[in-house]
């Protein structure tokens, strides 16, 4: 399987393909560097994301999943830059319950890519399974702008 890491604000990150689609997403430095076409692009992408954020990818993504967590994902990619919701509102999209959106959300396997940072629970931030945990998702929504403030609030 092909990977690309790059270097970000939130430290090192690795891109994987498969099958012409970026598949996953992880932090630290890949074993292998091999430059497709799919992976340049993704990485020239997330370049320009970390300085002014966007939702339009111009390349696929295939992560693997259970159909329900692809379901949920989905959901994700429909949230815009800039803005959260909540595990509730997202299982009322997707269906099932806020634990079972959190739990898939905790899997996605596609990070930025897949906005899981925009999901947050109804009293605080939640969890993010990113290296630097709460610290990157925070981050992450600063970055795009998001009105966290009351979130954080919430959370003491």
């Known amino acids: 399987m092909p990977q690309l890491s790059l270097h970000s604000p ?3 990150l690795t891109l994987s393909e498969e099958d012409g689609a970026i598949i996953a997403l992880d932090w630290g430095w890949g074993r292998d560097q091999t430059e497709t076409d ?7 992408w997330l370049d320009k994301w970390f300085d002014a954020p966007s939702d339009n990818i111009p390349f696929r993504l295939a992560p693997f999943g259970t159909p329900y967590q692809k379901r949920v994902w989905d959901e994700l990619l429909k949230i815009p830059a800039g803005e959260v919701r909540t595990y509730a509102q997202v299982a009322a999209a997707a269906g099932g319950s806020s634990r079972s959106v959190g739990q898939a959300v905790g899997r996605n396997p596609i990070p930025i890519l897949i906005p899981c940072h925009r999901v947050v629970a109804a009293q605080g931030i939640g969890g993010y399974s990113g290296d630097g945990g709460t610290d990157d998702k925070v981050w992450l929504l600063e970055l ?3 009105p966290i403030t009351g979130i954080l609030r919430d959370q003491s």
Do not use: H, Y
């Open 38 to 44: 799919v992976l340049v692009a993704a990485r020239e």
């Open 144 to 146: 795009e702008g998001a």
């Open 10 to 12: 939130l430290g090192p």
